[in-house]
């Protein structure tokens, strides 16, 4: 499993599975074998070595990155790597070039490079692979700095764990990106393997390698991946010049009026704990609280789709839900959960 | 053929009609093993993950010790279609307001903890819904081996899907039996979840675990994606799935007995001792029985009883075998949860150090001995019958029988046998107020140099000075006080002029380890000081039944740790102005490996409401504990109150 497997004659492989044989036989003629040597092989042409600002403090002053056309355009991460005047990049083959900063989304936290070089490998972005949880996966980057000159970049194997989205919940994830993403089932994000590549089993390119980023749900290391197909309207605006917008705070989604517990009458109990649960001690009578059915001791779990496990993230939460919008809460009553809506003002 | 399982064959051609994963027509693909094994795995996951559900949980601790906890869904294990769902522990031990499992139809419905299985840190939740909820296909635990597939499934990461880990199982026997390994990435975001086989199949439950700190739900957590992953057989747990059921928590099943030896890759389990109420001694097991078979299965050395037995609950029933005097007998015991907690029985005397044994020193006011009518300078030649070789062979003995039980003890008093019955009693709580010396005139020995010694441990950088009282005779055994000294003090020189002359009366070394870092002492360094120990005991006669610890303070917290982290060789520790620390690992009170208290508190110590909390869980284990208060601030005992102490040292070897 950890290795590449043997290479194996389709011939015999195909007279020992018969029925899955047959339907291989119609929808795929035969091919040569081609083991993880030579997709590692297809694939290290593609890949560059990044070197810019950085190593003080613990921060690596390397990163990752792949051609994304003949002419030498290099996609890898929007980071303080890039944060200088000369970048250095190295290809497979060794040779060592300054590249400049064709531009960045640092919404995406994408940036692409170009150098001056012609007729090299690359990686086709608007033909990239979707992958699905279990999709065997490779992750081509330069962690830690092994490879150094020609060296080729490190190649990690395994599975695509989940598709899931980073916005599950405000201040889960400290990344600016908001979309979905491949989390992987391989040690894959670790210093320098920012933009990096992620393929298929067969080097095809399916997404790019992000930063180290803590999943606090967990309090655990998340290695991930952005999908090609969620940044391509973003390659092609850089490539073509055109400006993208700036990262957006999220605090500033905040309406200008938005609801607040003593609008909606609601008191909870007092918030003494770091993780008080956000039971309702007093519903204030004739307000839009009592009107909706809440009740002293209701627990309240959800407002919408997030869960509120304390007081503080309920106060939070409904200061992003605009005074003339509805509140969604679902409520836990004894052993039973009731869903309740809240009029806006 | 041979090579590939039927079941994959007939997974692949499913998933080639119907998956999305099957080759588009017109591209080429080629049929290479790692496509069929990523169809299988595909398949595996569509298989089992509806019986993996996603918990929430709201409220509760945010932080135990230094691990910050995570409030993100967990994962657990449908075991039961009526909302029965097993999970790890570590998903709770927040100890939530409010736990919500999703059910089959998307919705959300609050579960309620029913009960929990402490051995091997899972707990049975109960869904409040109406839902008929997917049962998984289970893989027995016999059918796995090394190096076959398997998938780690939890739902932590994504809502609508499970997130996998592949790898293989890396072993079927792991943590004294309870659990198999694999090298999937185990951890937070799949504890709690399934570990299933290529056909999909439950083969564990996803936990943390560690080999030592059992009894901790986040022990093992600090190994997460570490290729070092363990699940719970669910075959083991699920015969007492009923019992749980009716909110029956399950334990550890515990037998009762004591082995002789340490080294437990080594020593054969040959019994030292049975604790009295035991499922053992109710199965008439006996000191000096070596074990043999465990339901059949062969046991040769102390690791393999703990393998025998790990897996065990309370209440279940096993078949053991054992050779005593040479004859094989097999007896049957049935293992419980709680053991009484052991408390050594009294005979009322102290040994003389010298001569023939066993030689009556000194006889304890109102102790069974003196009631028996036993004088000083008895000897003490047979117990019921049998004669005894030593002074230890006593102690031992003696340690494994019951308080109130009634020995017959055949003693030489004044050039007359006798049969005298003594009827075992408590350890006595007052320290005698003067003891007659412990030896007569010391034979000719070696001499060696004496007074004030350095003990230096290569790649060290701890300190230890010692004293050897002028007449130490390598023929005579000594007792060792260890001072375990403060962060950035040193007392040695203080020390040693307040000991000297009960060094000499009382054959006593000194020991006085210094922290390596002057502002604290890190916990790991327990073991610095025990190597400390074990340069003393291989440079001087050392008298295995008073090696005690002594420290103020940081020091006594390591004194503390040091003590009950080496059990086989420290007999006292004397605590000044200290609680227990928390990580100390309190094991039970044992015959063989006795370890008495004597804790200093000043009167005035802010600490005392905690230290005396303490002390008192030790005197509920049964622990012989010695409280006194000093009317110094910094726990300094006056020359009488270190008198005393020094009586209580000389003491340690009662019987």
């Not at chain 2, 051609?13 to 999305?20: K, M, Q, R, W």
């Not at chain 2, 999937?184 to 560690?210: F, H, M, Q």
């Not at chain 2, 393998?307 to 004859?327: F, N, S």
């Not at chain 2, 000043?602 to 006194?628: C, D, F, G, W």
């Amino acid at each position: 499993m950890a290795t590449s497997p043997p290479a194996r004659s389709p011939r015999r492989f195909l007279g020992g599975l018969i029925a899955a044989g047959i339907l291989l036989a119609v929808f795929s003629p035969p091919l040569p074998a081609q083991g993880l040597a030579g997709v590692s092989i297809k694939v290290q042409p593609k890949m560059v070595k990044i070197y810019g600002a950085g190593g003080i403090k613990g921060l690596e002053s390397y990163q990752s990155g792949f051609l994304i056309s003949k002419d030498g355009h290099i996609l890898t991460v929007w980071s303080y790597v890039l944060d200088t005047e000369f970048i250095t990049t190295i290809l497979d083959d060794g040779r060592r070039f300054q590249a400049e900063l064709v531009g960045a989304d640092p919404r995406l936290e994408i940036a692409i490079l170009k150098i001056d070089a012609e007729g090299l490998d690359f990686f086709d972005c608007s033909k990239a692979e979707e992958l699905n949880v279990g999709s065997r996966i490779l992750a081509f980057s330069n962690l830690y700095g092994v490879a150094t000159g020609d060296e080729p970049t490190s190649v990690l194997h395994g599975v695509v764990a989940a598709r899931t989205t980073l916005d599950a919940r405000r201040g889960v994830f400290k990344t600016p990106y908001r979309g979905p993403v491949y989390v992987l089932d391989a040690i894959t994000n670790n210093p320098g393997a920012a933009g990096g590549a992620l393929t298929d089993h067969q080097g095809r390119l399916a997404g790019i390698l992000g930063k180290e980023l803590r999943n606090s749900l967990t309090n655990t290391w998340l290695n991930y991946s952005i999908p090609i197909s969620q940044l391509n309207p973003a390659i092609d605006d850089i490539m073509a010049g055109k400006s993208r917008p700036r990262a957006v705070d999220e605090m500033a989604k905040r309406p200008a009026r938005p609801h607040t517990l003593a609008g909606l009458g609601l008191v909870m109990v007092p918030d003494v704990l770091a993780k008080t649960p956000p039971y309702i001690d007093a519903v204030r009578r004739g307000s839009l609280a009592e009107k909706s059915g809440l009740r002293p001791d209701d627990l309240v779990l959800f407002v919408g789709d997030r869960l509120i496990p304390s007081c503080e993230a309920l106060r939070n939460e409904i200061s992003f839900i605009d005074q003339i919008d509805e509140v969604h809460l679902v409520i836990q009553r004894d052993d039973d959960l009731l869903d309740l809506v809240l009029p806006g003002r | 053929m041979k090579n590939i399982p039927n079941p994959l064959c007939r997974a692949l051609s499913l998933l080639l009609l119907f998956s999305p994963l099957s080759l588009a027509p017109g591209q080429q693909e080629e049929p290479s093993l790692d496509s069929q094994e990523q169809l299988a795995i595909h398949r595996a996951v569509t298989i089992a993950s509806p019986s993996v559900v996603r918990i929430e949980t709201i409220g509760g601790l945010e932080q135990i010790g230094q691990l910050l906890l995570g409030d993100g869904p967990t994962s657990g294990v449908v075991v039961s279609a009526d909302g029965y769902i097993l999970s790890s522990a570590f998903n709770f031990v927040r100890q939530p307001t409010s736990i919500l499992v999703t059910t089959p139809s998307g919705k959300r419905a609050a579960a309620k903890i029913v009960a929990r299985d402490r051995s091997r840190m899972l707990v049975l939740l109960k869904v409040n819904s109406e839902e008929s909820f997917p049962l998984p296909q289970l893989a027995s635990r016999k059918e796995l081996q090394v190096g076959q597939w398997a998938i780690a499934i939890g739902r932590t990461l994504s809502r609508d899907s499970a997130n996998i880990s592949v790898g293989i199982i890396s072993a079927t026997n792991r943590i004294w039996g309870k659990a198999i390994q694999t090298d999937g990435k185990i951890s937070p975001v799949n504890y709690g979840g399934a570990l299933v086989d290529i056909e999909g199949r439950v083969t564990g439950i996803l936990v943390p675990l560690s080999p030592q700190g059992q009894s901790s739900e986040l022990a093992g957590s600090e190994w997460y994606d570490s290729g070092i992953g363990f699940a719970i057989p669910i075959t083991d747990v699920l015969p007492h799935l009923e019992k749980m059921k009716q909110g029956e928590d399950l334990h550890a099943g515990l037998l009762g007995i004591t082995l002789k030896g340490s080294d437990i890759y080594a020593d054969p389990p040959e019994i030292a001792a049975v604790q009295p109420k035991s499922p053992a001694s109710e199965a008439t097991l006996k000191a000096g029985d070596r074990i043999t078979r465990i339901d059949g299965m062969e046991i040769v050395r102390h690791a393999q009883l703990k393998h025998a037995l790990g897996p065990h609950y309370a209440g279940d029933k096993i078949r053991i075998e054992i050779l005593r005097e040479g004859k094989s007998i097999s007896l049957e015991a049935t293992l419980t949860d709680k053991l009484v907690p052991y408390e050594l029985p009294f005979l009322g005397i102290l040994p003389m150090r010298d001569g023939e044994p066993v030689t009556v020193r000194h006889l304890y006011k109102g102790g069974p001995a003196e009631a028996a009518g036993l004088q000083p300078g008895d000897r003490i030649v047979a117990l019921h019958g049998e004669q005894l070789d030593s002074t230890e062979d006593l102690a031992i003995k003696i340690s494994n029988l019951e308080i109130g039980s009634e020995v017959t003890l055949t003693i030489l008093q004044q050039g007359a046998t006798k049969q005298i019955a003594v009827t075992l009693g408590r350890l006595p709580g007052e320290i005698p107020a003067s003891l007659p010396p412990a030896r007569g005139a010391a034979p000719a020995g070696d001499a060696p140099a004496t007074g004030i010694f350095e003990i230096k441990l290569p790649e060290e950088k701890n300190e230890c000075r010692g004293y050897l009282p002028e007449n130490y005779l390598a023929t005579v055994p000594h007792g060792l006080l260890v001072w375990i000294h403060e962060p950035g003090t040193d007392e040695f020189d203080k020390l040693v002029t307040i000991w000297k002359a009960t060094c000499q009366r009382d054959n006593l070394i000194l020991l006085a380890p210094r922290s390596a870092d002057p502002e604290k002492w890190d916990p790991t360094e327990v073991d610095v000081v025990r190597a400390m120990i074990d340069e003393a005991i291989g440079s001087y006669n050392i008298d295995p039944t008073r090696i005690v610890i002594q420290g103020r303070r940081a020091g006594g917290a390591i004194g503390y740790l040091t003590a009950f982290n080496h059990r086989d060789i420290i007999r006292g520790i004397v605590p000044i102005d200290v609680a227990i620390p928390r990580r100390t690992n309190l094991k039970p009170n044992d015959p063989v490996e006795r370890l008495s208290i004597y804790a200093i508190t000043p009167t005035a110590s802010k600490l005392k409401p905690a230290i005396q909390a303490r002390l008192k869980q030790l005197e509920q284990m049964k622990y012989p504990v010695h409280k006194v208060e000093s009317a110094d601030a910094e726990g300094r005992l006056d020359a009488g109150e270190r008198e005393q102490l020094a009586r209580w040292i000389d003491s340690l070897d009662k019987i």
